[in-house]
C-alpha cells in the first residue's frame, strides 16, 4: 500500500489553465507539506499543514492555494498557470513535532507549455 | 535560500568504493535529515541524526554531525549499482513549534559497476 499517494504523476497543461494536485496519506500522520523542485534539484517548501490548519505558508504566488479537507488530505489548486511552474511537485507527510522524518509522495512532473 | 549546501554536486565511483558526501548548513538546527532521490521518483528517508548526537550509523550509512562547523558528512561504504541516485540533506528546525525540513542542493552519486 502506497503510504503518501500524489495524483496525477504527470500533468501537460497550457500557460492560463487552472489544474489540481491531490495528495492522500494513509500514515495516520498530522502534518503534511507540498514541496517544489526545479530543475536543478532544488526542493523548496511551500506549504505545510498540520491537523487541516496552515502553518507554513512561504513566499508562494497566491495563484497556488492549498486546501486540507481532513489531515489524509491535502490538495493543490493553481490559477493562471505560467511557464514558470513547470517543476515537480513533491507532497510529503509526517509527525507534527521537529525530530521526524519525512514520507514523500512519487511526485506530480508539472509542464506548463 | 537554502539552509544546506551538499559537496560535491556530482561523485562517480565504482562499486565497491566508498562515497562521502558532505553537508554545510547556517543556522542552529533540531536534526539533521539525509534523503536519497531516485530517478523519477520520490525522496525516501535513510537518517536522522539529532543535534546532541555526533555519529551514527545505519547498515552501510554513517553520518556524522559537528554542529560547530555546521556541517555533516554522509558515508556510503562499499558501495553498489543501485546506490546510484541523489543524496540531499535537510536540515529540520522549528517553524512555529511545527518540523520543517529545509532542503540542501543534492548530490548526484553514480556507482559504475
Known amino acids: 500500500d502506497t503510504a503518501v499517494s500524489q495524483t496525477p504523476k504527470y500533468l501537460v497543461t497550457q500557460m492560463g489553465n487552472d489544474k489540481s494536485i491531490k495528495c492522500e496519506q494513509n500514515l495516520g500522520h498530522d502534518t503534511m507539506y507540498w514541496y517544489k523542485q526545479d530543475s536543478k534539484k532544488f526542493l523548496k517548501i511551500m506549504f505545510s499543514?498540520?491537523?487541516?490548519?496552515?502553518?507554513i505558508n512561504e513566499t508562494v504566488p497566491n495563484r497556488f492555494s492549498p486546501k486540507s479537507p481532513d489531515k489524509a488530505h491535502l490538495n493543490l489548486h493553481i490559477n493562471s498557470l505560467e511557464l514558470g511552474d513547470s517543476a515537480v511537485y513533491f507532497c510529503?507527510?509526517?509527525?507534527?513535532?521537529?525530530?521526524?522524518?519525512?514520507?514523500f509522495g512519487s511526485g506530480t512532473r508539472l509542464t506548463v507549455v | 535560500s537554502q539552509q544546506g549546501e551538499e559537496d560535491p554536486q556530482a561523485l562517480s565511483i565504482q562499486e565497491g568504493e566508498n562515497a562521502t558526501m558532505n553537508c554545510s548548513y547556517k543556522t542552529s538546527i533540531n536534526n539533521l535529515q539525509w534523503y536519497r532521490q531516485n530517478s523519477g521518483r520520490g525522496l525516501v528517508h535513510l537518517i536522522l541524526i539529532r543535534s546532541n548526537e555526533r555519529e551514527k550509523h545505519s547498515g552501510r550509512l554513517r553520518v556524522t554531525l559537528d554542529t560547530s562547523k555546521k556541517s555533516s558528512s554522509l558515508l556510503i561504504t562499499a558501495s553498489r549499482a543501485a546506490d546510484t541516485a541523489s543524496y540531499f540533506c535537510?536540515?529540520?528546525?522549528?517553524?512555529?513549534?511545527?518540523?520543517?525540513?529545509?532542503f540542501g542542493a543534492g548530490t548526484r552519486l553514480a556507482v559504475h559497476p
Open positions: 510529503a507527510s509526517s509527525q507534527a513535532r521537529v525530530g521526524y522524518g519525512y514520507t
Open positions: 499543514y498540520n491537523n487541516k490548519e496552515l502553518i
Open positions: 535537510a536540515t529540520g528546525g522549528f517553524s512555529g513549534g511545527y518540523n520543517k525540513l529545509i
